[in-house]
C-alpha cells in the first residue's frame, strides 16, 4: 500500500508543478481520442506507462499479500486511472485551487486503500 500512496501523492505533486502539461494532457486525450496521430499515440504512451507502474505496484502487492489474492488487477488499474484523470479535471476546473487539490487527493488515496483492502473493486 505504501507504493500506492507514494504514486498517489507524487502524481499530485507533479500535478501542482505542472499545472499547465495537466491541462494540455487533458485537452489532448480527449481531442485526440478517436484520431490516429502522433499525439495520440504519445498519450498512449504515457497512459501505458502509468498503467504499467499501476500493475506492478498491485501485483507487488497481491504477491506480499498485502492486497487480496483475488483482486482483479486490470480492474484495478482501470478504476486508479478513472480516478486520477477525474481528479485532475476536477482541480483543474476548480482554478488549481490547493485545498481542492489536497481534498480530492487526501479522498482517493483514502478510497483506495480502503476498497483495495476489502477488495471491492469489481
Known amino acids: 500500500m505504501d507504493r500506492l500512496v507514494r ?13 499547465d502539461d495537466l491541462a494540455i ?36 502487492g497481491k504477491q506480499s499479500g498485502e492486497f487480496p489474492a483475488d483482486l482483479p488487477v486490470a480492474d484495478v488499474v482501470t478504476w486508479l486511472i478513472s480516478l486520477h484523470d477525474g481528479n485532475m479535471l476536477s482541480w483543474y476546473r476548480s ?10 487527493t487526501r479522498a482517493s488515496r483514502q478510497a483506495a486503500q480502503m476498497a483495495i483492502r476489502m477488495g471491492q473493486i469489481a
Open 25 to 60: 494532457l487533458i485537452w489532448v486525450s480527449i481531442e485526440s481520442a478517436h484520431r490516429k496521430s502522433a499525439i495520440r499515440t504519445q498519450v498512449l504512451h504515457i497512459y501505458a506507462r502509468i498503467e504499467e507502474v499501476l500493475t506492478a505496484i498491485i501485483e507487488l
Open 7 to 19: 504514486f498517489k501523492n507524487l502524481q499530485a505533486q507533479w500535478a501542482a508543478r505542472n499545472a
Open 95 to 104: 482554478g488549481r485551487d490547493i485545498e481542492v487539490g489536497r481534498r480530492l
